[in-house]
């Protein structure tokens, strides 16, 4: 990836923003288990975040996806991976599918106040019974003329405890034979409709910045014009969502994993043992070295990635090997920070706690590493 100085501007222009904004009060936010999203956000949009690549039409940026790729190395920086995935989730996560195949008066209702913070945006795909295997969603969008009649139950919402809107994905009609993905659709649901319901609040191993949610659905009537794209098409579109999901995943991991490995040569190269710096044990500063060298070529691999999408090439092979390689080696990472830590590396008070308990959700979310794996299987000619 070839960056200009523009680029390195707007990095810099991002990390200062983070450092006044965020940095300063994720330890607040930790704690009560939640961030201010509708105080952060409007923050966020003033500089421009909440849409590089969105249309100026509906209050994006019209950028490339150089600058979604900074982004997301930046917030992977964030000592919080709670907090940098409730803001990718309103920025990669809950949004595409309304900007792609949305109706402009879709838009103009929900996405505009979403890129403006105004409004936060949510992801309702998983449930309690059907996860990876998202054909196996239940939650019903019954046809009443006019509206979509709406029953079910959502689990692991990113923002669900305080989002405005949900991008649903229900069934809209009966399964065609031998189409196990047919007849779903997505659907826009405002959160304040009679019938929506905060089932309950989710305590989670990390990312505890983040609001997590279980949600209910009964009878909640909604006009069928907030449909996004094609009903029944709801699948497929979700999964060119989810590209878009597991790529700002990846570029959040590298920038995670170069920050995290940044701070523990400081502490080793400071931290004295047996009358010398750690770092001058072979052992310690070889094993930097070469997690280190895996992480450059993992970025450099997300990097390609996201040159191959910025041509317009089909890059499901590269997210999904992106995803895939950048989640397990953050895991990696934060297991050697903790070490290399030593009993300091496993006190709540320490950076490396949050990290190692926050670096395990990549592995799941967003597609589980056995759902990458058969992805590409799959390509690759194997039984999958």
């Known amino acids: 990836m070839l960056f200009t100085e523009e680029h390195d501007l707007f990095r810099k222009s991002v990390r200062g923003l983070l450092a006044r904004h965020v940095t300063p009060k994720l330890d607040e936010w930790e704690e009560i288990g939640c961030f201010p999203g509708h105080e952060l956000f409007p923050v966020l949009a003033e500089a421009g975040l909440l849409g ?123 399964v065609v034979e031998g189409k196990p993905y047919s007849g779903m659709s997505q659907i826009i649901v405002p959160s304040d409709l009679p019938g929506v319901t905060v089932s309950r609040s989710l305590k989670k191993i990390g990312n505890k910045a983040s609001d997590t ?44 994993m170069l920050e995290a490995l940044r701070r523990t040569r400081e502490y080793v190269l400071d931290r004295h043992a047996f009358g010398r710096p750690l770092a001058e044990n072979q052992y310690v500063s070889f094993r930097l070295a070469e997690l280190s060298a895996q992480l450059d070529l993992v970025r450099t691999y997300t990097h390609a990635c996201a040159e191959s999408y910025m041509r317009g090439e089909n890059t499901d092979r590269q997210t999904s090997v992106s995803k895939l390689t950048a989640a397990r080696l953050q895991r990696e990472i934060a297991d050697w920070c903790v070490q290399f830590h030593g009993g300091m590396g496993y006190m709540e008070e320490n950076w490396t706690a949050r990290y190692f308990r926050d670096a395990r959700l990549l592995s799941i979310g967003g597609g589980a590493d056995e759902i990458m794996l058969r992805s590409i299987a799959r390509m690759d000619g194997l039984p999958a």
């Open 52 to 174: 590089l690549e969105y249309d100026p039409a509906f209050g994006g940026q019209g950028a490339d996806h150089s600058y979604t790729l900074i982004l997301g190395e930046e917030l992977g920086a964030i000592p919080s991976m709670g907090v940098m995935t409730a803001i990718a989730v309103q920025t990669d996560m809950a949004t595409p599918s309304l900007h792609r195949y949305g109706s402009p008066e879709l838009k103009q209702r929900f996405l505009r106040p979403a890129l403006e913070g105004t409004a936060i945006a949510a992801i309702a795909v998983t449930e309690p019974d059907a996860g990876s295997d998202v054909a196996g969603i239940r939650t019903r969008a019954r046809d009443d003329g006019t509206h979509w009649v709406i029953d079910g139950s959502k689990i692991y919402i990113t923002n669900g405890t305080q989002a405005d809107w949900f991008c649903l994905l229900a069934r809209s009609s009966d």
């Open 213 to 256: 949610a279980e949600l209910s659905f009964t009878g909640v009537r909604v006009p069928k014009e907030f449909t996004i794209g094609t009903a029944g098409r709801g699948f497929q579109q979700q999964m060119q969502q989810f590209q878009a999901e597991r790529m700002i995943g990846a570029y959040m991991a590298v920038g995670g």
